[in-house]
Every structure is written in C-alpha cells, then in structure tokens.
C-alpha cells in the first residue's frame, strides 16, 4: 500500500498495514514451488497447517482460499438446515456463507462493552428452527464462550466462531481456534498473521477436517470421483511461504501491537477522559487487530463523524467498523428483524471509530494521531 499525501508535508497514516518482511526473506520459499512445478496444496501448505495446528493446540488446521470459503465449507460440512444465529455487527463475509448454504440469518444483539454476540440476545432467537450460532470476535476480543458453549449444549446447536480478527488472542489461557465445532481465520493482507490472503480451518472434528480438505479440492478424494459438490479453495504454495514468515514473526508483533495499543489508549485518555474503550474481558487477551474508540455524543458533545471528517482532513484515515451493520445492507434487506432486538448493535455501530494501529506503525505516526485528536477535542469544547 503506498502512501498518499494530504494537504501538506506528511504523508497519510493509513487505519492499518500490512507487516511484511523484506523480499529477500520469502525468495528462498517463493523458488522451491517455481523449481519443483508443484505450486498449490503442497510442501509449503502442508508445513504451514503443520505448524498452526501445533501453535494454537488443536488436532486438525486445514489451510483454504479464504475465511468466506473455509466459513461455507464448515457449514456446509456440519449438514446444517434451517436457521443459524449470528451478529449483525461483524463483516459481511460472517454472514454470506449462510447464505450460500441456503440458510436463514438470524441477527442476535451484541454487547455494548465489548462489541461480541450476547448470548441473552442468542437465547432469545432460539427456535426449532434453529441449527447452529455463529459467533464472532469482534476486532480480536473473544466472545464469551463459555455462555454460548453452555446454550449449543442446552439447545443441541453447531458452534462455529468467525475468528477472522483473533488468530492470537487467548480466554483463560486457551488459544482461539480451540473454541465450538471449528473457529476459521483470516490471513488477508491486514491480518496479523498473513498470508496475503487465504484461510485456515481450526477443528478437532475428525470428520469435519477431512471434508473441509476435501471440500476445497472440489470434493475430491484424489480419485477424480467427487464425492460431494465442493469449492476451488486450495491454498497455493506462495501464499503458504509468505504465511510461513507471518508465524515465524507472530509473537513479535503481537507484542508491539501491544505496546503500541497501550501507548495509544493511554495517550487518547489523557485528552479526553471521558472517552470510552472496547472492553477486553478479565482473563482474556486481544490481537488489537482493530483499535476502536466510542464516542458518546451525550458524553462527550460531538459525534463520531465530526471526528471522522477532522481525521480525513489532517491525512489521518480512520475506519466506521462496522457500519451500516448487516441488518441495514441491500444484501439482508428481507431478513426479518424484531424491533427492538438489535439496539446495541445501532448504537455501537455509529458511534465506533477505528483508528491507525498495526504492528510496525511508529511512534511519530501514533503521535501525529493524538495531536490531531487534541486539536480537534480543544476546538469542540472551546465552542
């Protein structure tokens, strides 16, 4: 991604970056695929899943074109029908493959501290027709697991977690990806664990392992002899060598991310008190993949566009996550909404803003942010 410049001498900090490392790291793992002709679904993919599988403890990593293509396989592998609940604060992606799986959306509320399902608002959505939830965690602060892991039991419901944002964050200890039936990341260039793009399936499912390693070969078994209508979501061999590094250098930049949230939070709270922050649960940790601030308009006397607009104007680029939410998109316009159910979702929805974070940004960048965020404060509240 290559800078671009604003009205006067620096540069435009941009909301995220991809980390990467220089060329001359991946060369050596880009030439063996060029020499050896095999250049998908082969010695790289199979060393990455490898060792994911073993850094987050689970039995079974399958590595996929995407986390849409691994969310659809999962679902589809799991033999759902009928409707599954899911949050309509989240990215379009968590929501998509259920329908491409001819299931119902159902939007359940989440909680307005820490931005992940609620699962009072889940229960209350549960019917017989019902199959399955699908959790989110929300800019890498976990769901509260345990509660939706207690009403799957209850109520003999699938749990599947969009772990787009988390690969990395932790609840008591355990890594997400060890969470429901599977928990599927993203490796998109932003992720904190990258592979360009792609996907990984996390599972001790047996059965759903194999038909999801199946499913992203067509469903084919090796024989030519499809045994089920799959997709074309191999990963390929480059994309397996650039997420190889990402691991490699994933605990180091997990670490500045949080140095570098900590600094940030500290930072905007000195200037504005009153300022709220994404809640990280007691025992949990966070990617801090997105760093988002609330703004309170009936707190703080104006709103989170006017700081939005004022960010654009000093070359700093902040992101609405995640606005409109699903339930307000063209795409999910006919799915049915009881009024009143999604208040929190509205709510978070317009007064959350994401500001720059990623793992190499620099103090002077980070400085650049707070300076704008003083002047502006000082200009609203000197009016």
């Known amino acids: 991604m290559k800078k671009t410049r604003a009205k006067g001498?620096?540069?435009t900090?941009?909301?995220?970056?991809?980390?990467?490392?220089?060329?001359?790291?991946?060369?050596?793992?880009?030439?063996?695929?060029?020499?050896?002709?095999?250049?998908?679904?082969?010695?790289?993919?199979?060393?990455?899943?490898?060792?994911?599988?073993?850094?987050?403890?689970?039995?079974?990593?399958?590595?996929?074109?995407?986390c849409t293509s691994g969310l659809m396989l999962v679902l589809k592998g799991l033999g759902l029908e009928g409707e599954v609940i899911v949050p309509s604060f989240?990215?379009?992606?968590?929501?998509?493959?259920?329908?491409?799986?001819?299931l119902t959306p159902v939007f359940a509320d989440v909680e307005p501290g820490t931005y992940t399902l609620d699962p009072t608002s889940v229960e209350k959505h549960i019917t017989k027709k019902t199959s399955a939830i699908l959790a989110t965690h929300v800019?890498?602060?976990?769901?509260?697991?345990?509660?939706?892991q207690a009403l799957a039991r209850k109520y003999k419901l699938k749990l599947i977690f969009d772990a787009a944002h988390a690969f990395g964050s932790t609840q008591s200890?355990?890594?997400?990806?060890?969470?429901?039936?599977?928990?599927?990341?993203?490796?998109?260039?932003?992720?904190?664990?990258?592979?360009?793009?792609?996907?990984?399936?996390?599972?001790n499912n047996d059965t759903l392992a194999q038909y999801v390693r199946l499913g992203r070969n067509y469903g084919d078994d090796g024989t030519n002899n499809t045994l089920f209508v799959g997709l074309s979501a191999r990963m390929s061999e480059f994309?397996?060598?650039?997420?190889?590094?990402?691991?490699?250098?994933?605990?180091t930049n997990l670490k500045n991310r949080q140095t570098k949230a900590r600094y940030l939070r500290a930072g905007l709270k000195k200037i504005e008190p009153n300022l709220r922050f994404q809640i990280i649960p007691p025992h949990t940790t966070t990617t801090h993949y997105i760093f988002?601030?609330?703004?309170?308009?009936?707190?703080?006397?104006?709103?989170?566009?006017?700081?939005?607009?004022?960010?654009?104007?000093?070359g700093i680029s902040a992101r609405k996550y995640f606005y409109p939410p699903l339930h307000k998109q063209t795409a999910y316009a006919e799915v049915a909404v009881k009024k009143g159910s999604l208040v929190v979702t509205d709510t978070v929805a317009e007064n959350v803003l994401s500001l720059p974070l990623y793992s190499h940004i620099s103090k002077e960048d980070m400085d650049r942010v707070l300076h704008a965020f003083k002047?502006?404060?000082?200009?609203q509240h000197a009016h």
């Open 292 to 314: 988002s601030i609330y703004i309170d308009p009936h707190v703080l006397g104006y709103t989170r566009d006017m700081l939005f607009d004022f960010l654009a104007t000093q």
């Open 139 to 148: 800019f890498g602060v976990v769901c509260d697991v345990k509660k939706l």
């Open 239 to 251: 994309h397996a060598a650039v997420g190889l590094r990402s691991l490699a250098k994933l605990p």
């Open 90 to 102: 989240t990215f379009a992606a968590t929501a998509h493959p259920l329908v491409w799986n001819n």
């Open 13 to 66: 900090i941009p909301v995220t970056r991809p980390t990467l490392e220089p060329y001359g790291m991946y060369a050596p793992l880009f030439e063996k695929p060029i020499q050896s002709g095999m250049l998908t679904t082969h010695a790289h993919v199979a060393d990455f899943e490898k060792r994911v599988a073993k850094y987050l403890g689970v039995k079974h990593c399958v590595a996929v074109s995407s």
């Open 173 to 203: 200890g355990v890594r997400v990806g060890n969470f429901g039936d599977a928990e599927v990341f993203s490796l998109s260039p932003i992720k904190v664990l990258t592979a360009v793009e792609g996907g990984l399936v996390a599972t």
């Open 9 to 11: 001498a620096h540069p």
């Open 375 to 379: 002047e502006f404060t000082q200009n």
